[in-house]
Structure formats: C-alpha cells, structure tokens
C-alpha cells in the first residue's frame, strides 16, 4: 500500500556557495540540489551570504528574489560585522518565515563551513538539520585544524551527512568526523542538458568545461590534445570557461602550435554550454583531484562518452560511458582520447543519456530528497 501523501514543508537552506549578480558561477550544483527538491513540492528558501558592503549604514541587510518556484535571500553586512551578524539575520528570517504562516521545517546546509550555524539554529529554532558535503578540501587534505574542529562537532549531531560521492564519504571519515551518512550525487536539469536529436559522423569535436586553475590542469589536456591532433589532422579543441591561468594556457596553445585547432570560447550560460555539448563528441576532463564534477555528468546527459582522469568521483560517474586515464599524464590521457574516438560508434548518445537521466536527473535527485526531507521531519531530533 502506497504511503499517504506528506505536505510539502519549508526548507532553509544554508550554503557555502551559490550562483549570485556578483558570482554567477558559483556553486552552480547547490542551486540545482534546491531546484531537483523544489520540483516535488517543497518551499525552499535559500539564505546567501553575499559578503561585506561598506556602502550599508544598518549592520547588515537582507534583500530577496525569486528565481522560479525558489525565495533567495541576500545578506550583505558591513565590513567586520559578518559573524556577529549572520546568526541574527538567519533567525530575522526564520521569524519572517513563520508569521507567513510557512516556519521552517528543517535546516539543509551545503558545505561543512556552514554545517556549524546549521546545527546551532538547529537547536535553537529546535528543528532538524542535514548536510550535502561536495568540497574537494577533504580528499585533498586541504582541511584547517579550525573546520576539521567545528565538523567533528556539527557533522554527529546532523540528522543526515550526505556527500556527493563514496570516495568523498571515505575522505570525510579517513579524518575522524563521525555522522550518519548517505551519498546524494549531483543533479542535472534534463530538460536544458539532452542529447542531440542526431549527430554527424566521424568524431572530430572534443569538448572541455572547467575554470582555468591549477587543479583543472588544462595544460595536460592541451599537450594530450596536441598528440591526437598530430595523428588527426581533422579535430579540434574548444576549452569552455576562463579563469586566473587562461593567459598561460593560449600561450601553451600557441607554443605547441595548435592554432585554430583550440578555441578558447570564454564563459558560457548553462544553455549555451549544452548547445556546445551536443554539437561535440568526446568530452575530455583533465583534473588533478575531482569530487563529483558537474561538468561530466552534465555531458554524459547530452550524450557525450568522457576521456577523462581517474580521480575523485569520476570513475563512478562514467562507468563504461568513457575512457580514463592516470592524472597528469599528457601522454595516457592523449591515449583515453583517441581510445574514445576510435570506438565512437560503440558509445551511443540516448543510451548515455538515458542512464545519466536516470542516475542525476532532478526527478532522480529530487526524489532522494524528498524521501531523505520527509524521513528527518517523522524522526525525533
């Protein structure tokens, strides 16, 4: 007998990192787990820490939007009043919340940097709290004596720790911190990331999403490439995205004289990328270290088979959708390539597609949480 329907409840989310005017790409697969939750129902509320503001007389302001079925909130303060002023403006708006008649029903923090003020508005509003973890600072041992303390406090007292993949989880626990986990992947929005209704043959367009910092390690790709492109006088490269190493890596490109051969095609929206994705053939993913990268199951739902690094969460992404290679090794990383594009037609497209929709879907994902939402709300704290 199928359970009786639960209402949907107010969710405050709290993350770390989040797409706004002054970082539009940031943390672009937070806004997507509250988009995949809110697609069954529930009202989420989103509380963004925007930053100092030396232009504010009051100690702190919240402003908000909407962005579709979401309410964002935007806290500002003014310079040296962030921690003395988060908590209050957090629970300003619990209050807000419940004289509309919608108070919070539990607390949903992204990234372990927000897991403290979760857990202590948890027991102050007396409402549940959880965790999605997707910071690569765990696996790479980047952690600070300060975060590891306040996790190894927060993480155990969260009603659910969810990292986005096993290896991230075992990262967590290889320092100590104790909680009761579950794995929650990334999400994707089926309806802009498809495959191509049909694609020309033969392969030629390799494609690469990333910022332009050192963990990317785009220099890797741009040497592996440059082998293929000897041996193929018929691909190409473009490298979507920028960032602090793009200068050093068109000089790379010009040095290995690959010409027009790469295109450096800047930052792109999320639509244009997927149109970029589908009219390509082989995604590639170069980086030194990797949780679950949104960038690769982005392309695996349009399509695209991955000659990409086995780090992090990739190889649990890709399974047999791809080809993999040891990190920082032009040479295995040029032989996973063409590996791919040799055995191209072996890879298709709506059947990569339908099995990444059916792992990272919003309907998949958002199933999760609804399933995960409704269990804290029934458990005692």
Known sequence: MAPEPVSPRTVLVLPAWYPTVRHPFGGP????HVRAAAAFGHRMVVFVVEG?????RRPYELSEERDGELRVFHFSYRPGLGHLTHLPAVLRLAQRLRREGTPVDLIHAHIHRMAMPAAILSALLRRPFLITENSSEWPRHLMT??????ARIAFPRAGLVCPVNELLQRAIESYGVR???RVVPNTVDVGVFHPPEAQ???PRRIVNVALHVEVKALDVLLRAFARVAAERPEVELELIGEGPLTPEL???????RLGERVRFAGIKTSREIADRLRDSHVFALSSLSENMPLAVIEALCCGLPVAATDVGGIPEAVVDDGVLAPPANPEALAAAIGRVLDGHERFDPADIARRAA?????EAVGGVWDEIYRWLRQSPM
């Open 250 to 256: 068109r000089a790379l490109a010009a040095e290995l």
């Open 179 to 181: 909680g009761r986990f």
């Open 358 to 362: 059916a792992r990272w879907s919003f």
């Open 52 to 56: 100092p503001s030396a232009e504010l």
């Open 29 to 32: 697969f937070t806004r997507d």
């Open 145 to 150: 004596r300060g975060a590891l303390r306040r």
């Open 200 to 202: 020309e043959a033969p």
